[in-house]
């Protein structure tokens, strides 16, 4: 696989929206309400969900009363997000690092460690700059990312999951700059007996998102912790949620 395509492959594939189906919904969907709770945004707010794959928490925001896009790379997540299209959520196919819809958003949200997976800093920049322009001045993005020092004392380094007959066998390093997964994938109805996929993710620190959105004219209002929104600890916190304004 390209090394610098690896996500529009692995996220394009059937085996990765089956690796990843039980992740934690409920947790996550309290997550949006707790967060939603603490924003307070207007109703028919204008919201962004930028990477939203499938579109599961576009859709409750808009639940919710807010009007709400979901943008993703991976052509085959949209296809099933727009099963789910309605007056006030929409979907597009699109790529963060390129411009979207300019000065029209309120709320811009990035969940889940849906960012860090392209190879340059300046891939990342330009993402950010894309979310930054999307925003009306004053605006409001979140940002939910791994938190590296966490991560990185409790780094799973091997193990083998079965998952309606697909065997996933899973391996995780990591170097100065990046944590790695890698995924190799046993598949007996399929006549091809082995697929590679090896995720890449940056270890953006919380000084780096600072200096990045800075950059972009965005400000770091607060920085929780976990998804009950708790105080950040560089050490102790399972995750860096950011929320930053555009000036």
Not at 13 to 18: D, K, R
Request: aromatic share 16%; charged share 25%; with cysteine.
């Amino acid at each position: 696989m390209s090394d610098k395509a690896w996500y529009k492959d692995w996220f394009n594939s059937h085996y990765y929206h089956l690796l990843y189906q039980h992740r934690d919904e409920e947790e996550a969907l309290q997550f949006i309400n707790t967060l939603i709770k603490y924003l307070e945004p207007p109703k028919s707010s204008t919201m962004v969900d930028v990477a939203c794959g499938k579109g599961r928490h576009s859709k409750a925001l808009a639940d919710m009363g807010f009007d709400v896009t979901g943008i993703d790379l991976s052509t085959a997540s949209i296809g099933e997000a727009l099963e789910n299209e309605g007056e006030n959520l929409h979907f597009y196919q699109h790529d963060m690092r390129l411009p979207f819809w300019i000065n029209y958003f309120k709320y811009a949200f990035n969940f889940f460690t849906s960012f860090g997976y392209f190879k340059t800093r300046r891939e990342h920049d330009n993402a950010i700059r894309t979310i930054a322009q999307s925003l009306v001045p004053g605006g409001i993005f979140v940002i939910d990312y791994l938190n590296v020092h966490y991560s990185e004392d409790r780094l799973e380094k091997s193990f083998k999951t079965t998952l309606e007959g697909v065997t996933f066998h899973i391996t995780k390093w990591q170097d100065e700059e990046h944590f790695f997964k890698q995924i190799q994938v046993t598949d007996a109805s399929n006549k091809t007996p082995k697929h590679l996929y090896t995720e890449r993710v940056a270890k953006f620190s919380l000084g780096d998102f600072t200096d990045m959105l800075a950059f972009q004219g965005m400000q770091v209002q607060e920085v929780f912790g976990d998804y009950q929104l708790g105080r950040y600890d560089i050490k102790k916190s399972p995750r860096m949620i950011i929320i930053a304004r555009k000036n």
